[in-house]
């Protein structure tokens, strides 16, 4: 069967909600060992025994992505936990408002190191463990890569950095036949869109997304598992954006 994550072992950061929590739920249908990642250790922790309610092999470390050691901590646990390490997604993010004209040097930081120097922890890390046929998936974000939003320039340059660093990354990683690719999601309905960015704004999302309604999260699973698939091999350093055709019109005329 095409796509299949039998006896996969794979790491998810922030995958105990919103996008990250339907990875998980995904890959684990798919037959994957799980072993993912969030920095509030009683909701990772329920979230895990959800899934082992539910029959699947899946643990939860708390590691914050931003940090050297955490992420150090974490390949060394789901090395052992998982005895290997296949894929590995790069889910953990953070989009907080702010204009720049506003913005505090610490906002600017939090932003840029949750979403981009997390990735680039996380994939160093990642190289150390990964064998031929090993896959890295990063969610990125049409914002900073397709389009700008006045709120979140912090966030758009890291996830535009992302994706500048992920096309580099797959040219080292080219010859040891390890692929690294990203998902740009357009809105998808989560607990982080509703905090960060709250009802107006996807009331306004709504009315401009051609197929009329936030993503789910299983929208963007779908698309990692095949990056993440053995049939994804001869793919690397792509992006592919899920976003319900919102960038596609050409003026508001469209819509
Ligand atoms: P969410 O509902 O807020 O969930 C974020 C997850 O990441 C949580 O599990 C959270 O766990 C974890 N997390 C946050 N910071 C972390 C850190 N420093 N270290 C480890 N884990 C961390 O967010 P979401 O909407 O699902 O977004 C997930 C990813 O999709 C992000 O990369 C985001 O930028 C991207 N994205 C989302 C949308 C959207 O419309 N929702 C659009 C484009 C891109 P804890 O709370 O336990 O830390």
């Known amino acids: 069967m095409a796509f299949s994550m039998k006896d996969k072992k794979v790491i998810i950061t922030g995958g105990g909600k919103g996008i990250g929590a339907g ?4 890959f684990l249908e798919e037959g994957a060992k799980v072993v993912f990642t969030g920095r509030n250790e009683k909701d990772g922790l329920a979230f895990a025994n959800q899934m082992k309610e539910k029959g699947y092999e899946v643990d939860f470390v708390k590691a914050d992505a931003a940090s050297e050691k955490d992420t150090e901590n974490l390949f060394q646990e789901a090395n052992k936990v998982l005895g290997g390490i296949d894929i590995v997604v790069l889910n953990a993010g953070y989009y907080p408002e702010s204009k720049t004209r506003d913005m505090t040097l610490d906002q600017w930081d939090e932003v840029l190191n949750i979403n981009l120097r997390g990735v680039f922890l996380n994939t ?5 463990y990964l064998k031929a046929g090993g896959r890295i998936v990063i969610t990125s974000s049409i914002t900073g890569n397709r389009v700008g939003n006045s709120e979140l320039p912090h966030y758009g340059a890291a996830k535009a950095g992302v994706n500048g660093f992920m096309r580099s990354v797959a040219l080292e990683l080219a010859a040891d036949e390890i692929t690294i690719n990203a998902v740009e999601p357009g809105n998808i309905m989560t607990p982080g869109m509703e905090t960060n960015l709250g009802p107006e704004y996807i009331k306004n999302q709504e009315s401009i997304i ?24 001869y793919i690397t350093g792509q992006s592919i954006i899920v976003d319900g055709g919102q960038i596609l019109p050409e003026s508001p005329l469209e819509m």
């Open 23 to 26: 990875i998980t739920e995904t």
């Open 124 to 128: 160093r890390e990642a190289m150390k």
């Open 210 to 233: 051609p197929m009329a309604s936030l993503g789910d999260p299983r929208d963007i699973a779908y698309a990692i598992l095949f990056f993440a698939s053995d049939e994804a091999k």
